[in-house]
Structure formats: C-alpha cells, structure tokens
C-alpha cells in the first residue's frame, strides 16, 4: 500500500463522507426527501442525463445512500458502488442484471441459502443454466468455468461452514473462460480480504452483518468497474429494491467501526476456536484460523484476519442436543444473524439454509446439529467462560 494511502480504520471513519456534511455537520445528514427540486431546467436536465452530479427520485439515488456506498467503494478499492435494501437485493439485482437466456452461471453449493435459491428455483425458469461444484474443489470448478460460462459466482468464507476458495486462482480461471468473476465478502469485510485486488470483478456484501454491525439495519452493496456497476445500478433503479436513508445512516455510522469491531471478532474467533477444538464435548471446529481447517493455507495467503464466524458439532450429532445447550448460553442471542457487536448463535436449519429441505442441507455437507457462532465484541474470557458452562450441563 500506497504511503500517503489511509489505512482501513482511518477510511472506515473519513471516507466517502465529505461532500456530504451539511453546514459544517460533521455527520451525514439522513436525507429522507423523496424527490429533489430544481428551478433550473437545464440542470435538472443535465442530472437527468448523468451530465452533472445530483438527485432526482429517491428509488434511483440518495445522498445520504450515496454517501454510505462510497465509504463502502473506497474500502474496497473499486471503480464505482450501488447498493439495494437488503444483501439478496444486491445479490439478485446483480445476476438478473447481468445474466440472460442461454446463459451459464458456475458457483459453489455452499453459497448462501438465499442465494443457492436464486441459483436452484428462479434462474431456470429464465433458462439460465446454474453449475453448482463443491465448494473447495478446485479443478472441477475450473473445469467446470472451462467449458463456458458468462458467471462465476463465489463466496469466501461460505455460511455456515467457513469454508475458503482460492480467490486469485478462480478469478484467473473466471477470466481466461471470459467470465465476470463476483464474490461475496460478506464473511470476511474489506478489513479481512480484498477480493478486487485477489482478481474478482465484482465484491458485494450483505451489510446487515459485519459492515452495519449492529443488527439494527438491512442493506447491500455491491463494488467494481463502473460499467458493470452501471448495469446492476439501472437493474435495482428499475426492480425498486432501494436501500432506505434511514439505514443507510445506520450502516454508514456502523461502518466507522469496522476496523475495531473486527480485529476484536478476530481474535475472539480464533481464541473461542481453540478452546472448543480442545473441549471433550465437542466432535469439530471449523474455523479458517484453525491449523486443522482444510483451507487454512488458502486463507492464511488471501485473508489478512479469519473472522468473526466460526461453526462446530456437538459430539452426539442431534438436534436434541442443541435444545438443551443453545438455551444454556448467556451472551448470545439465538437469532437469524452474524455479524453484530453481541454474540449470535444459530443452527443452519433457522438460520442460513431455512429455505432448504433437511436432505438438501445433508446434501450440502451442513449436519442438523450444526451450531454457526458469530463472535461479537465481548471479553473473550467470558464468551468462553459461557461456554464452558452450557457445555459441562448438557448430558
Ligand atoms: C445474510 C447474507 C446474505 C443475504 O443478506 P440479507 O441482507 O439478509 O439479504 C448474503 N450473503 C451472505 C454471506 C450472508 O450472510
């Protein structure tokens, strides 16, 4: 990096907020006005145009919203960034708004149950063909992308399995078959991982999770060329999928954060791992950070932190098992989420995958008694301590 380049935690305080202080504000105004008058027509006219800057409708553009997708676009170092209301807005957004008849997606099976929808039910029925490989099987995803394909999608680390794909070595297969090549960061945030500069076209996220952080807000985003951004952004202006100001003053504050909320969840993450790893009531930790995951070399080389989600089994692989512990847990909600300043737990069958059947969560390789563990910001020492209670109660 660049000397004079700001780091992550001074961007995640400063960027993309300047041109929007009101009146000497030192916080972005929540514009909540849904259109934007002019008395000149001609500039009216211009906007319109994109000739000159500036708002018109609040379903295409806002400032307050703008100035949340910069911050985003200049931690991720892209061209340009458009956001939707929610992650699946961004993410379905995106694929419809790229993708066409005849076409041919190649993606992993463990991408997020939302979207693995998007990939099993709704693109079909546009005759989009959909190649789901295993996730951490590289020469079959390369050959797979070899044999023709307009995306590749991936996600890295996966829900809830933290598993890790090469990013820099699947972008160059994406490339030389002429694909657009999208990633979804939303596990690791552009503090943990770059994925642009790994090679991808396109990084989005679900900024409900780790970039609001405060599980007060919905929100996605996405970031990369401008022409390619320009299309998502038309395909989102039109569906009306918008990211309400509201949030996205919420997610903008959250976001000044990031740098401290994820080195915390970092070395929570890796600690919490370790003691379970050891635990005698436990049958598997998956985390990146651990030496014993299958992908730790992957992600030692492409992340700069493993995150704050890690996933394990319980020894007595059952759902009855997760009754008696998960209520056990003081400091973690049981909640459909990850990513927030509080501890969150969660089985796939309530949380990432509930839109799937049990047999397609077994053929995906996620046990029912999987527990996903989203570390927050807490004390390590008494995250472990909770769980070294719930765990010495179960039978
Ligand atoms: C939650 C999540 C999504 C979907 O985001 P929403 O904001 O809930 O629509 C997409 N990808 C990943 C990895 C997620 O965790």
């Not at 020492?381 to 179960?394: F, N, Q, R, T």
């Amino acid at each position: 990096m660049d000397d004079k380049q700001p780091r992550p935690g001074t961007l995640a305080v400063w960027a993309g907020e300047e041109s929007y202080l009101l009146q000497g504000s030192t916080q972005v105004p929540v514009v909540h006005s849904v259109s934007f008058g002019y008395k000149d027509l001609d500039q009216w006219l211009r906007v319109a145009q994109g000739e000159e800057e500036g708002h018109i409708y609040g379903r295409n553009t806002n400032p307050t919203v703008h100035a949340f997708e910069e911050k985003v676009r200049i931690m991720e170092g892209a061209q340009a960034a458009t956001s939707a209301a929610t992650g699946m807005g961004i993410i379905s957004s995106a694929l419809f708004a790229l993708l066409s008849p005849g076409d041919r997606v190649v993606s992993i099976k463990d991408t997020y149950g939302g979207t693995n929808v998007i990939f099993t039910e709704f693109l079909p029925r546009f005759r989009i063909d959909v190649t789901l490989c295993d996730t951490t099987d590289h020469e079959t995803i390369e050959a797979e992308v070899a044999k023709g394909c307009q995306v590749l999608y991936l996600e890295s680390p996966t829900n809830p399995t933290v598993k890790v794909v090469d990013l820099a070595r699947l972008a160059r297969a994406g490339h030389a078959a002429g694909a657009i090549v999208i990633v979804d960061n939303t596990f690791a945030t552009p503090i943990n991982q770059s994925p642009l500069q790994l090679g991808a076209d396109l990084a989005l996220h679900s900024a409900t999770k780790f970039l609001g952080g405060h599980a007060d807000a919905l929100g996605g985003v996405i970031c990369g060329t401008e022409a390619l951004v320009e299309r998502i952004y038309h395909f989102r202006e039109i569906n009306g999928a918008t990211l309400h100001p509201m949030a996205a003053y919420l997610l903008l504050r959250g976001m000044k954060t990031l740098k401290l909320r994820i080195r915390q969840q970092n070395e929570n993450a890796l600690k919490i791992a370790h003691f379970l790893e050891s635990h005698p009531h436990i049958e598997k930790v998956f985390y990146p950070g651990l030496e014993s995951h299958e992908n730790h070399r992957i992600a030692r080389r492409q992340m700069s932190g493993f995150g704050g989600v890690l996933s394990f089994i319980l020894k007595g692989d059952s759902f009855a098992t997760l009754r008696e512990f998960l209520p056990r847990l003081r400091y973690a909600h049981a909640a459909a989420n990850l990513g927030a300043v509080e501890t969150v737990v969660g089985p796939p069958a309530t949380t990432s995958h509930v839109e799937c059947t049990p047999e397609e969560r077994a053929a995906m390789g996620i046990p029912e008694s999987l527990i996903r563990y989203s570390v927050g910001i807490e004390d390590s020492d008494d995250l472990i301590a909770d769980l070294e209670g719930a765990l010495s109660e179960i039978s």
